[in-house]
């Protein structure tokens, strides 16, 4: 069954992700994560320079005092988090982009005005030194001042600059919200009707899952079966012929061997008989009467 996400069944697929979306994802990661640093490391430096006692004694005071611009900018996410409406949703985005671009340009002009103070040389500032003493402030220097004695124009950088971290950092917060919501998978949970059935598939498939295991082992030891026949065939077969090649040889030899003794028994017969045969002629012609007689 889809689950139910923002009263609405998620049953819309999401578009897979592209090179673009994946770039603007990481952009907007290391922008929020050079904010927070920059805003961290900024506040935590102004904090060492203001002398506080509580700060010199453990600095490490002035990095948790930093910590509240995430802080604050995680809120800011959360707040556009409760929200449900859509179009709330849309204008609690601009307004938060509003604020922070405001920021910036507040900022950027306070950092202006001050600007061509801090680009002076060394050169500038020991011609700006005197020996006289310093004239009674008028009354333009001390409204330049507030209640604690910090110059406007430093408490308007340092106030622009943090509204502009929190904000812009909780806008790029909600953009990236928005690009995962636009890619994330279609989520999916069990009906509960059929609760009883997908366990029972599951006992099923596992059972088929163990089956097809025993079948294949069977049909493995079946084939092994097959290969050590086949193995076992060939070898009485090479014995067969080995012992048919050596039989061979062995009634080939007998028969030399015998054809060997009937011709030398034929030869020496031959000669007896041949011998015979001359002492039965000498006999006769020895016993016949002579023709002078």
């Not at 049953?11 to 770039?23: I, M």
């Not at 961290?40 to 611009?69: D, H, K, M, Q």
């Not at 507040?106 to 020996?131: D, F, M, R």
């Amino acid at each position: 069954m889809p689950v139910t996400v923002d009263g609405q069944e998620d049953t819309q697929p999401t578009c897979p992700w592209n090179a673009w979306d994946r770039g603007m994802f990481v952009a907007c990661a290391l922008g929020i994560l050079c904010l927070i640093t920059f805003g961290v490391l900024n506040i935590s430096f102004n904090l060492l320079e203001s002398g506080f006692i509580t700060f010199r004694e453990s600095p490490f005071r002035s990095y948790l005092w930093a910590a509240l611009l995430p802080v604050g900018a995680l809120g800011v996410k959360i707040g556009w988090d409760f929200l449900q409406d859509q179009k709330r949703r849309t204008a609690y985005l601009w307004s938060c982009l509003g604020l922070g671009m405001l920021g910036v340009i507040v900022w950027v002009g306070a950092y202006a005005c001050v600007y061509p103070t801090l680009s002076k040389g060394i050169n500038e500032q020991i011609a700006s030194l005197t020996v006289f003493d310093n004239p009674s402030p008028t009354s333009a220097s001390v409204s330049r001042l507030n209640f604690a004695g910090a110059k406007w124009i430093d408490v308007v950088t340092v106030a622009a600059q943090a509204v502009a971290e929190i904000f812009l950092s909780a806008v790029l917060g909600m953009y990236l919200t928005n690009l995962y919501a636009r890619h994330r998978p279609v989520r999916l949970v069990h009906d509960p009707a059929y609760a009883q059935l997908e366990a029972e598939r599951g006992d099923l498939e596992g059972c088929i899952a163990r089956e097809r295991a025993g079948l294949g082992q069977a049909n493995g030891n079946l084939l092994r079966l097959e290969n050590q026949l086949l193995a076992l065939i060939a070898y009485g077969k090479s014995l067969l012929h080995r012992e048919t090649a050596k039989r061979q040889d062995q009634s080939e030899k007998r028969q030399v061997i015998l054809d060997q003794l009937s011709e030398h028994l034929r030869h020496h017969l031959e000669a007896g008989a041949s011998a015979n045969r001359l002492a039965a002629n000498a006999t006769s012609s020895s016993t016949l009467p002579g023709n002078g007689d």
